[in-house]
């Protein structure tokens, strides 16, 4: 593409007055790519596709290093910060949400979520566009559009769990131009519209991906699999109290726990032997679709945003009572289940190994040291350095941090810890909750759930268990095994229990070391919450409101 450089005009407009071929105006554009140049260079446009699976940063503290992906994943303040899992000890644009004071002009960190889904489903549908006119051979062709048809997919996923019925743009591209056609770009299909448009996205898209990527260098593109897991999930969250009314359908459960099965049936997935190492692992048995980094191409260094302060760490999402108390003891048994063992004043000792690998308490061991929360004179409390990154609860998180990375001084290696968008426990239990619902704890949904806990090292679930009953043990399953993954948010508002679950205050542990070195712990409140029933879908940002003068249409209660 030609264009007139400014610079260069003014610059040398004492001999450009008397020429007459000013050719030497027109220079060749080194920052924008052309149709031409996409569709005659079949390398370009793979690169183009690949950057599909990443966005822009639109909001203050997405990313770093480089740009941001899908959800929060690995940010300064994580999803996990506007639930129950935890509180960023520096706010962040957290807190808002966690006291329900979410508006369309006031959104926090959720705020980019409509803006990035729009602009990547037009950059996708851009791509579809033109792919056929690119010289390359056909099972080539059939990849990448395989691809490009699950990265649209997922946007609309991602804006269908966070606002209901959405915008459907099809195959459209349009420019500034353009005659809009207003019906079709601020109509609002209805939420069932738009899980039927983007399920049958997923089965097109399975349809031209690979089992499996070959080569090293497609780690993290997606696969078959991939394209028939996020099928399983939004089948799963179709079938749910919000998505319903609060009708039960068993026709719809049952189609998510058959989509699920499809995935386990593959033959590809299966669960990764260690828990613990499995978060530090990039190539594993267990992920479907993740993000990869390199050294120059990391996230956000996880151990100093959020370590312990006595180690030089920010303290930043820090694990709350809430979710600790979740965690059964070893077993089996829930903390306030008759035999279980446990004791408020020992209150870390036996309890599910996922907790250890989760969660950094007072006594937990770290880097050749122990963490120390207590007051006073705790090195990670208040009374410790750089206070006010001191954890507000009294935990700090341990899942995905890398002991072999330096917390001082981390920014050119540490960062390479790969995220998952998908992996096959998540598969696991959406197939147990499904066929729960459908028909009951079958010995399918037994097998399905008991995998996973063996795997953790934790006993089997007692037999004759009423739906009922499994119903919660699954829920409390899900939100161990899942925790800190972008899971919990959706899950209470999908089964509609937000209003309990969110209206508990942040709940944290004070430690207290007494003259004879023992300690005494004691739960105190760290920051109230509200939620109200419209924060059941985020709103629509108040500029895209204005941008469509007033055609698009605002979720209730906002």
């Known amino acids: 593409m030609k264009i007139l450089n400014n610079i260069i005009a003014f610059s040398l407009i004492g001999i450009a007055l008397t020429a007459c071929d000013r050719d030497f105006l027109n220079v060749e554009s080194t920052d924008t790519l052309t149709n031409e140049s996409l569709v005659s260079d079949s390398s370009l446009f793979e690169d183009y596709v690949?950057?599909?699976?990443?966005?822009?940063?639109?909001?203050?503290?997405?990313?770093?290093?480089?740009?941001?992906?899908?959800?929060?994943?690995?940010?300064?303040?994580?999803?996990?910060?506007?639930?129950?899992?935890?509180?960023?000890?520096?706010?962040?644009?957290?807190?808002?949400?966690?006291?329900?004071?979410?508006?369309?002009?006031?959104?926090?960190?959720?705020?980019?979520?409509?803006?990035?889904?729009?602009?990547?489903?037009?950059?996708?549908?851009?791509?579809?566009?033109?792919?056929?006119?690119?010289?390359?051979?056909?099972?080539?062709?059939?990849?990448?559009?395989?691809?490009?048809?699950?990265?649209?997919?997922?946007?609309?996923?991602?804006?269908?769990?966070?606002?209901?019925?959405?915008?459907?743009?099809?195959?459209?591209?349009l420019n500034l131009d353009d005659d809009f056609n207003y019906d079709q770009l601020y109509s609002r299909s209805t939420i069932e519209e738009s899980i039927d448009y983007t399920v049958a996205q997923l089965d097109s898209a399975a349809a031209l991906l690979p089992l499996e990527n070959d080569d090293d260098w497609e780690l993290g593109r997606a696969t078959e699999g991939a394209a028939l897991a996020l099928k399983a999930r939004l089948l799963l969250y179709a079938a749910s109290p919000l998505y319903t009314d609060g009708v039960t359908d068993t026709e719809k459960w049952q189609e998510a726990a058959d989509a699920a099965k499809v995935v386990m049936n593959l033959g590809v997935y299966s669960l990764y032997s260690?828990?613990?190492?499995?978060?530090?692992?990039?190539?594993?048995?267990?992920?479907?679709?993740?993000?990869?980094?390199?050294?120059?191409?990391?996230?956000?260094?996880?151990?100093?945003?959020?370590g312990p302060n006595g180690y030089g760490g920010w303290g930043g999402n820090t694990p709350s009572q809430n979710l600790v108390d979740v965690y059964e003891m070893s077993n089996g048994k829930a903390i306030d289940e008759d035999g279980s063992g446990y004791d408020d004043q020992d209150p870390y000792a036996d309890r599910d190994p996922r907790f250890y690998a989760t969660i950094l308490y007072n006594g937990a061991a770290y880097r050749d040291d122990t963490v120390e929360t207590y007051t006073p004179g705790g090195k990670d409390s208040e009374d410790g350095d750089d206070n006010w990154n001191t954890s507000l609860t009294g935990y700090y998180l341990k899942k995905w941090m890398d002991d072999d990375n330096p917390i001082s001084n981390p920014w050119e290696v540490a960062g390479l810890q790969p995220w998952f968008y998908l992996r096959y426990a998540e598969v696991l239990l959406n197939f147990a909750e499904a066929q729960n619902e459908a028909t009951g704890p079958d010995n399918d949904v037994y097998n399905a759930i008991n995998s996973i806990r063996e795997r953790a090292g934790m006993p089997d679930l007692e037999t004759g268990l009423t739906q009922s009953e499994m119903r919660t043990h699954i829920r409390r399953e899900r939100q161990v095994e899942l925790a800190f993954e972008e899971h919990r948010y959706y899950d209470v508002r999908r089964w509609e229990i937000a209003d309990e679950t969110e209206n508990e205050p942040v709940y944290g542990m004070t430690i207290?070391?007494?003259?004879?070195?023992?300690?005494?712990?004691?739960?105190?409140?760290?920051?109230?919450?509200?939620?109200?029933?419209?924060?059941y879908w985020l709103p629509i940002p108040r500029d895209e409101i204005l941008a469509s003068d007033g055609m698009l249409e605002q979720n209730d209660g906002y």
């Open 50 to 173: 690949i950057n599909r699976y990443m966005g822009v940063q639109l909001i203050n503290k997405e990313a770093e290093g480089t740009p941001p992906g899908f959800g929060r994943g690995f940010e300064y303040a994580l999803w996990s910060s506007v639930c129950d899992e935890s509180i960023y000890t520096n706010d962040d644009n957290t807190w808002l949400v966690l006291q329900g004071e979410l508006s369309p002009s006031n959104m926090g960190i959720t705020g980019s979520i409509w803006g990035r889904s729009y602009r990547s489903i037009r950059e996708c549908n851009y791509a579809l566009s033109i792919i056929d006119q690119v010289e390359m051979s056909e099972s080539h062709r059939k990849k990448l559009k395989g691809e490009l048809l699950f990265i649209r997919a997922f946007r609309y996923h991602d804006l269908i769990r966070n606002y209901g019925g959405v915008v459907l743009m099809g195959d459209t591209v």
């Open 274 to 306: 260690d828990y613990s190492s499995l978060f530090l692992t990039d190539e594993n048995s267990e992920t479907i679709f993740g993000r990869y980094y390199a050294v120059g191409a990391r996230h956000v260094c996880l151990e100093i945003a959020n």
């Open 512 to 535: 207290t070391k007494n003259d004879d070195n023992s300690y005494t712990y004691t739960r105190k409140t760290t920051l109230s919450r509200l939620f109200e029933s419209q924060h």
